[in-house]
């Protein structure tokens, strides 16, 4: 079974950084797809930053790029997500997904997305 435990999640000011910690079980990196969406009040989740299995791609939302940066702690079983010069517009609740990877980009929907973590959430203050 598959599970994900997010944490690290707060209240930060603009400008500041904050890491995300993705805990996970039930299967291993070289054959799944796992990354990190979010989703702000009254709006669709979106796909925030990916990896492909074995580490072969990395994908980035425009909005996070240069900002924002996943890595996998094999060893651990842990994805993170470094996020610095935070926004307000990074305010949601930030969600660990994962699925197996049959080749496409399941960070561009999160409607291919088959395994969720409870969220955690980033409110960055002006």
């Known amino acids: 079974e598959v599970q994900l435990v997010e944490s690290g999640g707060g209240l930060v000011q603009a400008g500041g950084s904050l890491r995300l910690s993705c805990a996970t079980s039930?299967?291993?990196?070289?054959?799944?797809?796992i990354g990190w969406f979010r989703q702000a009040p009254g709006k669709e989740r979106e796909g925030v930053s990916c990896i492909s299995s074995s580490y072969s791609s990395t994908y980035y939302a425009d909005s996070v790029k240069g900002r924002f940066t996943i890595s996998i702690d094999n060893a651990k079983n842990t994805v993170f997500l470094q996020m610095n010069s935070l926004k307000p517009e990074d305010t949601a609740v930030y969600y660990c997904a994962a699925r197996p990877d049959r080749g496409a980009n399941y960070c561009a929907s999160a409607a291919d997305v088959g395994s969720w973590g409870q969220g955690t959430q980033v409110t960055v203050s002006s």
């Open positions: 039930g299967f291993t990196f070289d054959d799944y797809f």
